[in-house]
């Protein structure tokens, strides 16, 4: 397994709302920002789990994805 699929398993073991703030952190860091493949690996990885979460999770989600985008 490469580097790059061993940091996006430990992504998938996060919290939705951590996965958004980890998103938002790698895209404004000068040198992560860069690597539109780790970009593209964790928004896809994001978008499975934000596919099978529950209800409750998605809520939860939508209610931080709104603070985090107002600020």
């Known amino acids: 397994m ?14 939705l709302r951590a996965q ?8 404004a860091n000068p040198v992560l920002g860069k690597n539109q493949e780790y970009i593209e690996g964790l ?10 979460s529950t209800p409750q999770q998605k809520s939860a989600y939508e ?6 985008t107002s600020n």
């Open 2 to 15: 490469s580097s790059l699929e061993k940091r996006l398993e430990a992504f998938r073991q996060l919290p």
């Open 63 to 68: 209610k931080a994805k709104a603070n985090l």
């Open 43 to 52: 928004e896809r990885v994001h978008a499975e789990c934000l596919q099978a």
């Open 20 to 27: 958004l703030a980890l998103i938002a952190s790698s895209r």
